[in-house]
């Protein structure tokens, strides 16, 4: 993502997109395709990095995946990258990994990789939290609950839809130093309120923007609702799709608000860690004694 003439010159600014569409079901090839072109496009808009949704290539609820992966998906789109000259975020079905063995599940995991401008694949990340039947039916967990590198310098965190929705997996994200958190996701009918409420709530918590790419139309019985943002470490959106059709949605996120907004808010320096032991390690109720009672 280094800067060029059509780059945003100005320093620590990077222009993002999402790309919000309705992907042709279980159709790799034909998305891809479109990849390629909403990629040149996000390109002379003078984006550095393209976000797109969950499970781009063959659509989310398309029934069972054999088959419609192939081994080269990954270099398939790092091509994209490269030859456009733009980095990446793209969610797809990989084959789950080679220790999986038969009594661990199914055979593909949900994935996000992460790919430079130059076709290299800098991370991927497994989505770690399955939701409903239409994940877990298809879909082994992955055990990180998110991946981070950098981009020419940016530190740049991913997830997978659900992921995003539990709070603890961004504060340790923004924790190890993520600037900007790409999401992939398939958000359907009626959870409009995490494109809404919950995405921004996380940007503001931990000061970091974050770009959420979404689906929109039918696929099946899910409707999703659209609604992609982007969202600046305010908490405030920078650029949002609306809630029905295919849009590319570009914002300049400025990587000097982020440190700026840790330094105004600092929920993150803050924190008391010692207090929050039962996140990880339950322990019993804790009885009232007659102080805490004369206390309240």
Not at 109 to 133: E, I
Not at 144 to 164: H, K, N, Q, S, W
């Amino acid at each position: 993502m280094a800067q060029d003439e059509q780059h945003d010159p100005r320093p620590g600014v990077v222009k993002v997109a999402v790309w919000q569409f309705h992907p042709t079901p279980r159709d790799p090839d034909t998305n891809l395709a479109r990849l390629r072109a909403v990629a040149e496009e996000a390109r002379h808009q003078g984006a550095a990095l393209l976000v797109t949704p969950e499970l781009t290539l063959t659509g989310y609820d398309v029934g069972e995946l054999d088959g419609l992966t192939r081994d080269d998906d990954v270099d398939r789109v790092a091509a994209v990258a490269r030859d456009v000259g733009i980095a990446l975020v793209v969610g797809l079905a990989l084959a789950a990994p080679p220790d999986h063995g038969p009594h661990h599940g199914p055979h593909h995991v949900n994935a996000s990789v992460v790919v430079d401008r130059d076709g290299t694949v800098r991370a991927t990340h497994r989505k770690a939290h399955l939701f409903g039947d239409l994940d877990r039916s298809r879909f082994t967990p992955g055990s990180e609950p998110f991946a981070m590198t950098e981009l020419d310098g940016i530190r740049v965190a991913t997830m997978i839809c659900y992921d995003v929705e539990f709070a603890e997996g961004v504060r340790a994200a923004a924790l190890v130093g993520a600037q900007l958190l790409a999401v992939p996701t398939a958000n359907m009918r009626p959870f409009e309120i995490v494109c809404e409420q919950v995405v921004p709530v996380r940007a503001w918590e931990n000061q970091i923007a974050i770009a959420y790419a979404n689906h929109c139309g039918r696929e099946g019985e899910t409707h999703y609702v659209g609604r992609s943002v982007v969202v600046g470490p305010d908490g405030r959106p920078l650029a949002v799709a609306g809630p029905d059709d295919e849009q590319l949605v570009v914002a300049d996120v400025d990587l000097g608000a982020v440190a700026d907004a840790q330094r105004a808010n600092p929920y993150l320096t803050d924190r008391r860690p010692e207090l929050y032991e039962d996140l990880v390690t339950p322990r019993p109720p804790r009885r009232s004694t007659p102080s805490d009672t004369d206390m309240e």
